[in-house]
């Protein structure tokens, strides 16, 4: 039995009995996520398509997992505006009514791309970053070039940031738009308050005692 999440959104959830071990749902929709993230072809961002792709790597047949991923996208993905319908691709087979109406392929909001910004998976971060300031108000804007500029020089440091602001999202602490990391002072991390503490504290050092630190982080880490 998982640990669900207050909101429907499961990409955190994780088992009860095995540590940080995500729940299939978890993964699922991270996968998808994942997908509509890249630079699929429309064909590859349908319900079929997207099932088709998570098959091939997991290596099982698409049928046995559609019906999971259209709920996914049907029950949390779209309703949550996390994706939408981004156009439609023609039939050339099945009933005519369908054949009119073509199949409909996705892509991720705006709120999508800052959710896609939390997963481990993702690849691209960089054009997603972009992406989603291309797409601000201009008050989310103050962070746009403090988080470009780390996510250059310290990848790890800032999806963390990114993947705790999503979280507290996920468990209903915060509310993810408008875009504001200030809300992180809502929720209670220990890890933070850590790395604003060493990061105070290494600006003090002198050039030798900067040295030393790394060194002594370069045994550890």
Not at 18 to 33: F, P, S, V, Y
Not at 136 to 145: D, I, M, P
Request: glycine share 4%; charged share 30%; aromatic share 8%.
């Amino acid at each position: 039995m998982g640990v669900k999440s207050v909101t429907q959104l499961a990409i955190f959830d994780t088992f009860k009995t095995k540590g940080d071990d995500l729940t299939g749902e978890a993964n699922r929709q991270r996968a998808i996520i994942t997908i509509l993230a890249s630079n699929a072809n429309p064909a590859e961002r349908t319900r079929t398509g997207i099932s088709q792709r998570i098959a091939n790597k997991q290596g099982i047949a698409w049928k046995n997992i559609y019906s999971g991923i259209f709920r996914d996208m049907d029950e949390i993905l779209l309703p949550m505006e996390i994706a939408e319908e981004q156009g439609r691709l023609p039939l050339k087979r099945g009933p005519k009514a369908l054949q009119e109406k073509g199949i409909p392929y996705y892509h991720l909001t705006k709120k999508g791309i800052l959710i896609a910004l939390s997963i481990s998976e993702i690849e691209n971060r960089e054009n997603l970053l972009k992406k989603f300031f291309s797409k601000s108000e201009s008050a989310e804007k103050e962070f746009e070039k403090i988080l470009s500029s780390l996510l250059m020089t310290s990848p790890n440091f800032t999806y963390s940031i990114l993947q705790k602001y999503v979280k507290a999202f996920c468990n209903k602490k915060i509310n993810l738009l408008p875009f504001d990391l200030s809300k992180l002072r809502e929720i209670s991390d220990e890890s933070l308050g850590i790395q604003k503490e060493f990061l105070e504290a290494f600006l003090k050092l002198s050039k030798q005692e900067k040295e030393d630190a790394v060194k002594f982080l370069n045994k550890i880490t």
